[in-house]
């Protein structure tokens, strides 16, 4: 049988795949627009004009309402919402962790959600928050596996899914991970992860991906379940989470908010639409302020500007710039780059997933000394060996034939071979007055290189100021 997911262009660990449903093959990283079965502003039918290839909604709700569930399990999931491409279903854990209970046990929602023919199903987790106390942790995550084993001795010909919860325990993530990788699962969403969101807390959220993503297979395709702000797809992505879902576009319209890549305004606050899409084209803000329609024309944006920042980011990967739009989008909150400067510290966890080699470098400041490349480089140079004299130099001179090796000089990469330097990551476009941690990581590399290579003679030119350059001046007597 071939595989469920099939991952065909990667960029740091972010990738491009194919997921293959029952209801046909869908392309990610992608949003699943969250459809409620009761009010839809606007029709699921609709969505797929928008970029929607697969949609989620909630099976409970559907399973509550006696006319809902009759139509369901006659008709079908796909003729009740009027969409006959993929759908996921959730099991009102949502409800479980918002009311502390429902009307429904494990079993009979997966049963449900099979009956109605859902793409895939959820069995009913328990999304534990973040920050409770490591007993309840635990003892809900337990409730949680056992559920989750239930349902995998359930599972029929819908893809299932294993929500990975333990709170903002990093190791009870990773151990969760790791257990379910181990069964008949075909998606893994990470969840509980809301209230971060919500509160901005993107370090920590950032920490719960990479623990989450320790403990599964990188084959594995995996949902940032509750995820539905554009900004913050480009890091979620380039840690490694293919799905993401989004009440967000609706649910910001209801409260007057117009998303775009960088952040949230209030529609009152816009004097000027910063977008081009049918809606933005078609009305300025004032009226769309006074439209009666107002919540459906900022729904409608909403779901454009976070389709159109899916495809930027599957470009972004085609073309091995992923690193260059995560800095761009991160730069927008601080709250954002504290997750970027959270992912930077598991850049050598980053690393076995980083292709070899990408078209450009773009160097946007000094977290981009901290990328993949930069690490990795650094690694391989403590293999390299040197005898005799050794000229490291910024820019070419003139007495090089006096060396028996001569390496170039660039920050934030340090000594490289100059026969290099048209290739990548050395062709880098990088700043020319470098930041100081460009510069320390690559005086960093020039000392490592000395220390490594104590009967080399080396001769460092370059014209910066850095406390580092006295200290490779001593090495160099
Ligand atoms: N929706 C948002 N978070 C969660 C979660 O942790 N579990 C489930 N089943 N649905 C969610
Ligand atoms: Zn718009």
């Not at 997911?5 to 992608?30: N, Q, W, Y």
């Not at 995820?227 to 649910?251: E, I, K, N, R, T």
């Not at 960088?262 to 606050?269: N, Q, S």
Request: hydrophobic fraction near 35%.
């Amino acid at each position: 049988m071939p595989p469920i997911f099939e991952i065909t262009h990667k960029d740091i660990a972010g990738r491009i795949g194919r997921l293959e449903t029952p209801h046909g093959i869908v392309e990610t990283p992608t949003v699943m627009p969250v459809v409620n079965p009761n009010i839809q502003t606007i029709k699921p039918s609709e969505l797929r004009e928008f970029g929607a290839e697969i949609l989620i909604t909630n099976s409970y709700i559907i399973y509550r309402k006696p006319e809902l569930r009759e139509r369901a399990l006659r008709e079908g999931l796909h003729s009740l919402l009027g969409f006959d491409g993929p759908v996921m279903t959730d099991s009102g854990s949502f409800q479980l962790s918002v009311y502390g209970e429902v009307e429904v046990n494990n079993t009979q929602i997966i049963q449900f959600q099979k009956d109605i023919g859902s793409d895939i199903c959820v069995p009913l987790d328990i999304p534990t928050p973040p920050d409770v106390s490591r007993n309840r942790a635990e003892s809900e995550l337990s409730v949680t596996m056992e559920r989750l084993e239930e349902a995998a001795g359930l599972k029929g010909s819908s893809l299932l899914a294993a929500p990975i919860q333990g709170s903002t325990y990093p190791d009870l993530r990773e151990d969760a991970a790791r257990k379910l990788s181990g069964m008949d699962f075909d998606v893994y969403p990470i969840g509980a992860v809301v209230p971060l969101m919500e509160s901005y807390r993107y370090s920590d959220l950032v920490d719960v991906i990479v623990a989450s993503k320790k403990g599964l297979s990188p084959a594995a395709p995996v949902h940032l379940f509750g995820a539905g702000h554009p900004m913050m797809f480009s890091l979620a992505v380039a840690l490694g989470c293919d799905l993401f879902d989004s009440a967000s576009y609706a649910l910001y319209a209801k409260d007057g908010r117009y998303m775009t890549s960088r952040g949230t305004h209030h529609i009152e606050d816009l004097q000027y639409l910063p977008c081009s899409c049918p809606v933005c084209t078609s009305y300025d803000s004032n009226e769309i302020i006074k439209s009666e329609n107002r919540e459906e024309l900022l729904a409608r944006h909403n779901l454009y500007v976070t389709f159109a920042e899916m495809r930027e980011i599957k470009q972004a990967i085609r073309e091995g710039s992923l690193w260059e739009l995560v800095e761009q989008r991160c730069r927008s909150h601080p709250k954002l780059m504290d997750g970027l400067r959270r992912a930077l510290r598991f850049t050598e966890w980053l690393l076995q997933f980083d292709p070899l080699t990408k078209s450009t470098f773009f160097y946007s400041g000094p977290e981009s000394a901290l990328r993949t490349e930069v690490v990795g480089y650094g690694k391989k140079l403590r293999n390299f060996t040197f005898k005799g004299k050794v000229l490291i130099r910024e820019k070419h001179l003139e007495n090089e034939g006096n060396y028996d090796h001569v390496l170039g000089f660039k920050a934030p990469f340090g000594p490289y071979p100059v026969e290099l330097s048209e290739t990548y990551p050395f062709h880098a476009e990088v700043v020319k007055e470098p930041d100081y941690e460009s510069l320390t990581i690559a005086l960093q590399n020039v000392l490592e290189l000395m220390k490594l290579n104590p009967n080399a003679e080396f001769t460092f030119v370059c014209d910066v100021e850095h406390p580092l350059i006295s200290k490779i001046a001593g090495f160099q007597q």
